[in-house]
């Protein structure tokens, strides 16, 4: 089973690229994120006629997931119990459902803005929340947690530590929060397999320079993780016209 995570930074915006996409990597599970649309605005006939369903939850012109399944799609979950609220809102960041007997969840964690900003304790509270879900609910089922997870784990996943001092992405709790799902039992299963960033602005040139940060991810339940053959990220896909500022990360198990 091919599963491939891309935060395609708006759905409608780069649609005609999301279906090459799926066709060229022959795709069975694609988790998206940063749709930027609300349900009546998806492009659902487009995945319908490529041999997708898909579900989607987006409350406005910001934040959004979605899973397009061509091996089953069940058990549709959107958010996941304890996820927190955001000013009372409950962001469209997470959607899970069951593809192919591998129980998948879509996620676009919440970017944190500033240290001492709100939305930064949001942050660490939705992913504390997360993996206390996973601690209830994984046991020996196979689950793929996977999506942009905007943080930054190691120094070496950002071109240049100094330019993110004193910024999200790279602290400590963060740090902490993202090796919290290891200290349970789940595998990041792109690190030793993926050499490259995921992610690179569209300001200054970043993606010439290769400026980027690896921030999306893959982690596995200790059941999918016994499955797993190969991970890597279709690069080539930041190039050109219309591009989305990350990249497709490609992982195959042998489910």
Same mark, same amino acid.
């Given at each position: 089973?091919?599963?491939?995570?891309?935060?395609?930074?708006?759905?409608?915006?780069?649609?005609?690229?999301?279906?090459?996409?799926?066709?060229?990597?022959?795709?069975?599970?694609?988790?998206?994120?940063?749709?930027?649309?609300?349900?009546?605005?998806?492009?659902?006939?487009?995945?319908?006629?490529?041999?997708?369903?898909?579900?989607?939850?987006?409350?406005?012109?910001?934040?959004?997931?979605?899973?397009?399944?061509?091996?089953?799609?069940?058990?549709?979950?959107?958010?996941?119990?304890?996820?927190?609220?955001?000013?009372?809102?409950?962001?469209?960041?997470?959607?899970?459902?069951?593809?192919?007997?591998?129980?998948?969840?879509?996620?676009?964690?919440?970017?944190?803005?500033?240290?001492?900003?709100?939305?930064?304790?949001?942050?660490?509270? *939705?992913?504390? %929340?997360?993996? =206390?879900?996973? &601690?209830?609910? !994984?046991?020996?089922?196979?689950? +793929?947690?996977?999506?942009? *997870?905007?943080? %930054?784990?190691? =120094?070496?996943? &950002?071109?240049? !530590?100094?330019?993110?001092?004193? +910024?999200?992405?790279?602290?400590?709790?963060?740090?902490?929060?993202?090796?919290?799902?290891?200290?349970?039992?789940?595998?990041?299963?792109?690190?030793?397999?993926?050499?490259?960033?995921?992610?690179?602005?569209?300001?200054?040139?970043?993606?010439?320079?290769?400026?980027?940060?690896?921030?999306?991810?893959?982690?596995?339940?200790?059941?999918?993780?016994?499955?797993?053959?190969?991970?890597?990220?279709?690069?080539?896909?930041?190039?050109?016209?219309?591009?989305?500022?990350?990249?497709?990360?490609?992982?195959?198990?042998?489910?």
């Amino acid at each position: 089973m091919r599963i491939v995570t891309w935060n395609v930074n708006s759905i409608r915006t780069r649609i005609d690229r999301v279906i090459d996409v799926l066709k060229r990597w022959d795709i069975d599970v694609l988790a998206m994120q940063e749709l930027k649309c609300k349900p009546e605005q998806f492009p659902y006939d487009r995945f319908l006629e490529a041999g997708y369903e898909v579900e989607m939850v987006g409350l406005n012109q910001w934040n959004g997931v979605g899973i397009a399944s061509r091996v089953g799609l069940e058990n549709v979950q959107i958010g996941f119990p304890g996820q927190p609220t955001y000013e009372g809102v409950l962001e469209a960041r997470a959607l899970g459902a069951t593809c192919g007997g591998v129980d998948v969840w879509s996620l676009y964690v919440p970017n944190g803005r500033e240290l001492n900003h709100p939305h930064y304790v949001y942050k660490l509270e *939705w992913l504390t %929340a997360l993996r =206390d879900y996973m &601690v209830d609910s !994984m046991g020996d089922k196979k689950v +793929a947690l996977v999506g942009d *997870w905007n943080v %930054a784990p190691f =120094d070496h996943d &950002v071109w240049d !530590m100094q330019a993110f001092e004193g +910024a999200t992405h790279v602290s400590l709790p963060e740090r902490e929060a993202f090796r919290a799902f290891a200290e349970i039992g789940m595998t990041e299963v792109t690190r030793d397999r993926v050499d490259n960033y995921t992610y690179w602005d569209y300001q200054k040139l970043r993606f010439p320079k290769n400026e980027g940060m690896r921030i999306d991810f893959v982690y596995a339940s200790p059941a999918l993780t016994a499955t797993l053959l190969d991970a890597q990220i279709d690069r080539d896909e930041r190039k050109g016209k219309g591009a989305s500022d990350h990249v497709p990360v490609i992982v195959d198990f042998a489910v």
